[in-house]
């Protein structure tokens, strides 16, 4: 079996393997609709990138570097540009969770002051 | 611009606090002594800090998780501003800040007409306060920063005795840094950037009466790297 057909195959395993794994995360309950999609379509790069290695041969051979080389790189970068657009999620979710905290700290003293009015 | 003058009424003392039972009774009790209106911010605390502090006849803002001094100090600020308050002085929960000196406080940003009043623990010289070598060149470097971010000179740009005033302190309710001297370093340069009056006076600190601080000098001087860093690339919130 030739290197180009072993990279192949290596790389739909690893796509489908992590396929099954998102799959199940999501029927599970622990991930909801956007992130199952994104990380399948992210998956589904990874089954197709063994496919894709003929096509970006001449891209890999312009740059000096191997197709796999190339590869990796870009999946690099695909995981660099989703973990930068998960932390901007997590910070907006923060921001969202202290404003909350707030306005129930807020309620809760209001009905504090009610409660205490009632009582005099 | 003529504004309000700032008086014991329409200042509300914010105290933040986690976990200060066995302090904030005394402390409370000094300000109600004074006349002062004051909201406790009980940061998360999971002792008797927030029912202390309703039994002393204050209003208290319970926050369900803990956010920080920075977030404690929002929730605060948004009372103040709920309320209409023209300012707030921030007071620590552990009996570090002399309630006497509020009135210097208040005195201060009324005669200078200031925005922001700094107490400084070393404008006068005469601190007593005990930091390793490491924390005292950090803080002259975060207090030469400050100075020059606010065309004043501060020698303390990491006290937590304060005041704030309007409109600053309704810009500050919306946008407050809550990471570590978010609520302090940062608060002056953001101030100072956004062309606020910043102005420090002296007001020596007690020793604290009861507990330690929280943080090592490790996590201090870590820290401080990361909030200077925020500064110096201008990553800090803008109000």
Redesign the interface.
Known sequence: MSTSVLQVLFCAMIGLGSTGWIYRKARRGLLNFRYTVGWLLLSAFGVMAGIMIPVITPIANLLAITPAALLAIGGIILLVVICVQLSISISGLHER??RL??E???L??TV??IDRDQTR | MTRQPLTKQNVLIVVPALNEAASIGEVLSSLNEHGHPTVV?SDGSVDATADIA?ASGV???????N?GVG?AL??GF??AC?HHYEAIIQVDADGQHPVSHINKLIAAANDLNADMVVGSRFADGSSTMSVSSIRRVTMRVLAWSASRATHSTITDSTSGFRLIRQPLLGRFSRLFA?NYLGDTYEALIAAGRAGFVVREISAPIRERSVGESSSSTAQSFLQTIKVFTVALLQLHTRI
């Not at chain 2, 209003?59 to 998780?65: D, T």
């Open positions: 969770q202290r905290t707030e129930l700290a807020h809760r003293q504090d002051t | 911010v309703r209003a208290v803002l319970e926050l369900a998780i956010l977030g929002r929730a948004q009372y709920r809550s």
